[in-house]
């Protein structure tokens, strides 16, 4: 068994939910997972987190509705999931993500929150996340992002891109507050576009950023 969809129903029942999440734990098999009605708001802290007995999950693409908020370490170090879906999320809770290293593709067309260390140390190269209002301490430090935009995004939080080292550009038209390290050792990073006669930016906020221009919307 190496997918597993739902696609009808009144949603998943707490047993079945943990039933899933087991059989990607354990059986280390199953490689996909669409499920169009979760049964719950909230995919629960640590639900496919990998532990020291079982490390090689091949759990590769998840695709969740009805999920609006995805519980700390639930998918920490999941290290072979390449693609992640949630199209009513909001809510992306700390360490949610980490060390997913082979994470490349990420989708969440909500007004999302993403709260500390949610995807720190993943290899993300394509986000989409149009309506991100809040990053929250590193965010997204250390990912392999080569541009972004968020044009509802209005906080970056202290080191949420630090080390971003293939970060070329970023467009942040509404934002007020960078904070100490948010793009820290970005040694890419060459142009960013947010008010600066309105944002608030911590004097440490582009530290071993050589080459950056900063540019107004």
């Not at 009605?37 to 640590?46: F, S, V």
């Not at 509705?65 to 999320?89: E, N, R």
């Not at 630090?162 to 942040?172: G, M, P, T």
Request: aromatic share 10%.
């Amino acid at each position: 068994l190496k997918s597993l969809g739902f696609f009808d129903g009144p949603g998943l029942s707490s047993t079945q939910r943990t039933q899933i999440a087991t059989l990607a734990r354990e059986t280390k098999v199953l490689q996909n997972l669409i499920v169009m009605n979760w049964g719950d708001t909230e995919i629960a802290e640590r639900a496919f987190r990998v532990t020291d007995d079982n490390y090689n999950v091949p759990l590769v693409k998840v695709i969740i509705h009805k999920v609006t908020t995805v519980g700390s370490f639930a998918f920490d170090a999941c290290q072979s999931l390449t693609t992640a879906i949630f199209p009513d999320v909001t809510t992306v809770n700390d360490h949610a993500f980490l060390s997913d290293r082979a994470l490349r593709t990420l989708f969440i067309p909500m007004a999302v929150t993403i709260n500390s260390n949610a995807f720190y140390n993943d290899a993300i190269t394509e986000l989409s996340c149009p309506f991100l209002r809040t990053i929250d301490p590193g965010g997204f430090r250390n990912t392999q992002l080569a541009t972004i935009s968020f044009p509802s995004l209005t906080h970056v939080n202290t080191l949420a891109f630090y080390e971003c080292r293939y970060l070329v550009s970023a467009y942040l038209p509404v934002c007020i507050n960078i904070g100490d390290n948010a793009f820290g050792n970005c040694t890419a990073l060459r142009t960013i576009t947010f008010p600066q006669s309105t944002a608030t930016v911590d004097p440490k906020a582009f530290n071993g950023c050589s080459n950056l221009q900063i540019r107004n919307p």
